[in-house]
């Protein structure tokens, strides 16, 4: 069973986001019911950076959270980018992680232009992974 079902239109979606801020980190957020995502929110990161760190931008965060709570939903999955690396979450991501009921995502470019995407949920101060899988139907 996973813990995060994301289906394949909205994968699509959040990579081709992260694809369009390459160099930099992309970053955003999945809605949805329990375990599956219904929507994805591509929102900026003003911190423009390739590697250390990200930070959602405000006002388009906020406007994504009114959106997820007027459609009934959840904020179940954050995601972004490492573009150089590594494929689990950093130091700064741990240290700034806020939401222990969302699976983090961290997605990490490869050579062949797909994505490695792996699941974290934050657990006792610490990431543990988590199954995540991508569905042609839900």
Known sequence: MADLIIPIA???????????????????????????????????????????????DGQQQLRAMLSIEADRDSLIAIFHSHPTGPEVPSATDLREASYPSAVYLICVPLPDETWRVRGFKLKKNRFEEVVVSVADQV
Do not use: F
């Not at 694809?19 to 900026?44: D, F, H, M, Q």
């Open 10 to 56: 909205i994968y699509t979606d959040m990579l081709t986001h992260l694809t369009s801020t390459l160099p930099n980190e992309g970053c955003g957020l999945l809605a949805g019911k329990r375990a599956v995502a219904k929507s994805v929110y591509p929102i900026r990161n003003v911190a423009s950076t390739p590697q250390v760190r990200y930070q959602m």
